[in-house]
């Protein structure tokens, strides 16, 4: 097969085709492919997701934000707070019209950012954190969320230190961990649970009858029967244990 060494006219068209998908193979923006905005467009474009907030046009402010986002990261970086802020409204804004964004790495990464450049306990990351968290819970995600609620525990603990709010929280690990078969950490889950109920509400409370019954349960669970018989003694409540320990025929 001869190549054309002359540069006609048919031969020049295909020249330019073939140099256009190499560049575009070796990641060369081709003609037509969307330009970096300005910074004066970007600010702009900020301007009227502002707006948009305001007038709660939830759908637009998605709209303007994700062809925002990318611009965001090439003008500044991922790091960069106005690009963390962008993912911010996105997030926000889905969660206004009550549904989850479809984009996952979008949500983790509006927590992982905030945490790592923002500080674990900023405004920006508490949100991005609870929507990170409800999204895995949502999704049945529980092991991922345990780390997430642990994080939000230990953070509530050096804060406000409010001890219904933190049996409050307890009782959600105690569903995860029981959710994710960790018997020996919804155990200890449980305890906490037993102890701040005793605290705030009182040995007579339905919160910390009902502890004691799960714990019970949880000792059943584990074959820890002396715990379960200690436990069972000690409260003076009639439990009963539904794993029975294994007896030889």
């Given at each position: 097969m001869k190549f054309?060494?002359?540069?006609?006219?048919?031969?020049?068209?295909?020249?330019?085709?073939?140099?256009?998908?190499?560049l575009c193979a070796q990641g060369?923006?081709?003609?037509?492919?969307?330009?970096?905005?300005?910074?004066?467009?970007?600010?702009?474009t900020i301007l009227s997701i502002?707006?948009?907030?305001?007038?709660?046009?939830?759908?637009?402010?998605?709209?303007?934000?994700?062809?925002?986002?990318?611009?965001?990261?090439?003008?500044?970086?991922?790091?960069?707070?106005?690009?963390?802020?962008?993912?911010?409204?996105?997030?926000?804004?889905?969660?206004?019209?009550?549904?989850?964004n479809p984009d996952k790495a979008q949500i983790e990464g509006a927590y992982r950012l905030s945490s790592d450049v923002l500080g674990r306990a900023h405004s920006t990351t508490k949100s991005a954190r609870d929507y990170y968290y409800?999204?895995?819970?949502?999704?049945?995600?529980?092991?991922?969320?345990?780390?997430?609620l642990m994080e939000i525990i230990n953070l509530e603990?050096?804060?406000?230190?409010?001890?219904?709010?933190?049996?409050?929280?307890?009782?959600?690990?105690?569903?995860?961990?029981?959710?994710?078969?960790?018997?020996?950490?919804?155990?200890?889950?449980?305890?906490?649970?037993?102890?701040?109920?005793?605290?705030?509400?009182g040995r007579e409370s339905e919160d910390f009858k009902a502890a004691v019954e799960a714990l019970a349960y949880n000792y059943c669970t584990q074959k820890k029967y002396y715990e379960y018989f200690e436990l069972i003694r000690k409260q003076q409540q009639e439990i009963a244990c539904f794993s029975a320990p294994n007896t030889s025929p």
């Open positions: 054309c060494f002359r540069i006609n006219h048919s031969c020049s068209r295909y020249l330019s085709a073939l140099i256009i998908l190499v060369f923006p081709a003609q037509g492919e969307s330009k970096v905005w300005s910074e004066r467009k970007f600010d702009r502002d707006k948009d907030i305001r007038r709660k046009r939830w759908e637009k402010v998605i709209e303007r934000s994700q062809q925002a986002l990318p611009q965001c990261h090439a003008l500044y970086s991922e790091q960069a707070t106005s690009c963390i802020l962008i993912l911010k409204k996105i997030n926000q804004s889905y969660e206004k019209i009550r549904v989850f409800k999204y895995l819970i949502f999704n049945e995600h529980y092991a991922e969320a345990i780390p997430l603990k050096n804060a406000a230190n409010d001890a219904y709010q933190l049996m409050e929280r307890y009782k959600q690990l105690y569903a995860l961990e029981g959710l994710t078969e960790n018997w020996p950490a919804e155990e200890a889950a449980l305890t906490k649970v037993m102890s701040l109920a005793q605290q705030v509400l």
